[in-house]
């Protein structure tokens, strides 16, 4: 089983900034792709960001220019740089790895989920 891990939540004013981490553990053998995603109170879940393994991005339109995607592969980990933050950005950001784990197993993982409000 693929285990994730999210910080860097909170609540923060328009303008500002954050930073999301994931760091996923357990038996891992390759993560391939890595992602973000946010769920606002009465809509549905959207992506936000992804990064293939070979760094490759994509972003919604509605983040373009201000949020950045990166990883780090030897700490198995995902970010967020959220600039210029506004007060439609607030949701719950979700984690979400595809990584080939223990007893060689496809797994499409998601975090737990952490709380970003963006104040007007």
């Known amino acids: 089983q693929v285990h994730l891990v999210e910080s860097g939540g909170g609540l923060v004013q328009a303008g500002g900034s954050l930073r999301l981490s994931c760091a996923a553990s357990g038996i891992i053998f390759r993560i391939d792709g890595m992602g973000w995603y946010r769920q606002a109170p009465g809509k549905q879940r959207e992506l936000v960001a992804d990064?293939?393994?070979?760094?490759?991005?994509d972003y919604a339109e509605s983040v373009k220019g201000r949020f950045t995607i990166s990883r780090d592969n030897v700490k198995n980990t995902v970010y967020l740089q959220m600039n210029s933050l506004k007060p439609e950005d607030t949701a719950v950001y979700y984690c979400?790895?595809?990584?080939?784990?223990?007893?060689?197993?496809?797994?499409?993982?998601w975090g737990q989920g952490t709380q970003v409000n963006v104040s007007s």
């Open positions: 979400n790895v595809r990584a080939l784990g223990g007893r060689w197993v496809e797994y499409d993982s």
């Open positions: 990064i293939t393994s070979s760094g490759s991005t």
